[in-house]
């Protein structure tokens, strides 16, 4: 059951075109991620679904409704969090988690009292004196205390720090475990990679890939360190392999997927003594194709 749908999502502003004919999905128990550069269209995508941008073309569903006409029916069932939270100077942040719970419906104090402690926050200060980590944790412990059924969260560990972030990462895998669903907007690539069942990459308004961690693999080369009995030569002839480096009967390299058969094929009569595969990061794949973006234009 998909909680969230996009389809053909186009948005200009005057004659910039912010998103071009996007499609995503968000099903209902999973943590979608939605990655890009800024200025690549997250932010524009999450508006729209909040019903604060109308898209010129396409729609918006959650849970069946569009996002537009029937916003305020939509927030009764979402929690946000942006990447920058502001927030009432003369009111204390336990006012703040307080009021953003009733506007919510929440009324689950034992959970707040939980994450007020997890998250290490000290709920008596005027909002104007906290850092902007501490605004963070006032965000995400509002929307972590309510019964949302899909949490939208836009760059949401930004300011935090790493024990922070662990806590985060902890809390929407407990979500997670309730049947809810996430979409996260983050630059932190390996929080994406750790906690996203399937993810979205996002170029110039363009959707430019969606899949699981597993199928968006094929979009790079898996990393082989190799040590043989006998010094390989003349593998830099094969197809499909680069960056090679030897170091006696040490040789790693970079190796295409669907060429790893031939390359173990042509390493057999070396001897092969240890082998060390690793997968490409998130990372990896999200430099990646920002690379083939910058060579296609320079063609």
């Not at 969260?153 to 929407?172: A, H, K, N, Y």
Request: charged share 30%.
């Amino acid at each position: 059951m998909n909680i969230v749908e996009v389809k053909n999502v186009s948005k200009k502003f005057d004659n910039f075109t912010a998103l071009h004919k996007i499609d995503l999905t968000v099903k209902k128990g999973e943590v979608f991620g939605f990655i890009g550069p800024n200025g690549a269209g997250k932010s524009t995508t999450i508006r729209i679904l909040l019903g604060i941008l109308k898209p010129n073309q396409g729609t918006a569903i959650l849970f069946g409704k569009d996002a537009w006409k029937d916003a305020v029916e939509i927030h009764k069932r979402i929690a946000y969090v942006p990447g920058d939270v502001s927030l009432w100077p003369n009111l204390t942040g336990g006012e703040v988690i307080d009021l953003f719970m009733q506007l919510q419906g929440s009324k689950n104090r034992a959970k707040r009292d939980e994450l007020i402690k997890r998250f290490d926050f000290d709920p008596t200060k005027k909002c104007r004196t906290y850092s902007k980590g501490n605004r963070q944790k006032i965000a995400l412990i509002a929307a972590f205390a309510s019964d949302a059924d899909l949490y939208i969260l836009d760059e949401p560990t930004s300011g935090l720090d790493p024990l922070m972030e662990r806590i985060f990462q902890e809390c929407v895998e407990e979500i997670k475990d309730q049947g809810k669903s996430v979409l996260l907007s983050s630059h932190i690539l390996s929080e994406v990679e750790r906690l996203c069942d399937r993810v979205a990459i996002i170029r110039e308004g363009n959707i430019i890939e969606t899949g699981t961690m597993e199928q968006l693999r094929h979009l790079t080369e898996t990393i082989l360190k190799v040590e043989t009995a006998k010094k390989v030569v003349g593998i830099e002839k094969l197809d499909g392999i680069r960056d090679i480096i030897t170091e006696g009967n040490f040789l790693s390299f970079q190796v295409e997927n669907d060429k790893i058969e031939d390359v173990m094929a042509f390493l057999v009569p070396y001897g092969i003594k240890k082998i060390e595969s690793t997968p490409p990061t998130l990372e990896e794949l999200f430099m990646r194709h920002y690379e083939i973006s910058s060579d296609e234009k320079e063609v």
